[in-house]
Nanobody
């Protein structure tokens, strides 16, 4: 089983930057995706970005963050990062780390970290 802990959230001005980190404990086996979702008050949780590791590697972004956010993963440290630049007020949400293990179709979730973008 996998346990995920997020960090790096906070308050930032529009146009500013934050870097989120998610450290995973346990073994992430086989083809898998580490990524980020977010949930704003009164809204459903939505996909932000993901990085797949397996026979092929693939990075995917939601259109709302494309060109502004960068996802990366350090497999030696079992950690995934989300560099967020040019932040907008609509980016305000709780950001959740996610691991999707394809074998068995298992999902693991962190507790979330708050990101607030305001003047």
């Amino acid at each position: 089983q996998v346990q995920l802990v997020e960090s790096g959230g906070g308050l930032v001005q529009p146009g500013g930057s934050l870097r989120l980190s998610c450290a995973a404990s346990g073994t992430i086996a086989g083809i898998n995706t580490m990524g980020w979702y977010r949930q704003a008050p009164g809204k459903q949780r939505e996909f932000v970005a993901s990085a797949q590791k397996g026979a092929t590697d693939r990075i995917t972004y939601d259109d709302s963050v494309l060109g502004r956010f960068t996802i990366s993963r350090d497999n030696a440290k079992n950690t995934v990062y989300l560099q967020m630049n040019s932040l907008k007020p609509e980016d305000t949400a709780v950001y959740y780390c996610n691991v999707h293990q394809w074998y068995g179709d298992y999902h693991y979730w962190g507790q979330g970290t708050q990101v607030t973008v305001s003047s």
